[in-house]
């Protein structure tokens, strides 16, 4: 159930996965049309040199290209069915750091921007860590946030480290901060991303759930992996980059499905034992 509401409801997470199938679909076409046309153009000479070169080029390019089928359907199915399939893990990898770019210029070729095709992607790679299921303790999970939630006029710094945070309500730090203390995890705020990978070198995290706009959280995701990176977007009413705003029980369901552990602590710092 929690799953389900870190997709924020079926209805909205849809489209991006059409988005994502579809641009996938026409990657994969343009892909055999290119074996296709690399094994075409060269046939003549080819049998020139020798008579079954052509056929060993064939078989060749018909092997590649089942093989990025097989591939694509495996990365399908477990998106669609939302199950850790085989070898899923490893097509995460190929997912962050080949598709991303192909998909991207793809759908600039449809008319799709690249925030939409970010977006799609970061949803995609959430449903691939749902169905792998990985599990952190308190002190193995960090909260990774953006600078741009905390409020413009605030004169407290909580760069780096949100201790110095007064907890006035004015913007979601609060919440995040009163998140961090319920369930004993790690909270950091990041101003870039060049921060952002310091923070999670000093603390080497096993599981990171972040909040960003879509370009910093497509770039966090290929710049962390391996390590998992849960992806929420944040809410502009302002604008990018000013007074942002993030679904705080959205934040909640994603530390209760991943922490192994996920009761709160008491306010002596200790679970609370479960009911019942």
Known sequence: MADEQLLEGGNSFRPQKRIFLGLLAVTVLLFSLLLV?????PYVGLVNIHPS???ILGILFAGLLLFVLAAVAILGLTVALGRDLPFSRNLRGV???????????????FGINKDQVRRSFIEINNQLLLAQHPKATADELLLLMPHCLQFHECQFRITGNVVHCKRCGKCPIKG????????????????????????????????IIAVACERDLSSGIQDSYPLPVFGITNYRPNGPCFDTL??????????KT???????????????????
């Open 53 to 55: 070169l052509p056929l």
């Open 246 to 255: 993030v679904n705080l029980e959205r934040v909640e369901e994603a530390l």
């Open 37 to 41: 046309i690399l094994w075409v153009v």
């Open 176 to 207: 995040l901060a009163e998140l961090s203390d319920k369930y004993g995890v790690g909270l950091a705020v990041a101003t870039g991303g060049t921060l952002a990978r310091r923070i999670v070198v000093e603390r080497r995290p096993k599981l």
């Open 258 to 276: 991943f922490l192994a552990n996920p009761e709160p602590r008491s306010p002596s710092g200790v679970s609370s034992p479960s009911a019942g």
């Open 95 to 109: 997912l962050i750091k080949l598709l991303l770019p192909l998909m991207t210029g793809v759908g600039r070729l």
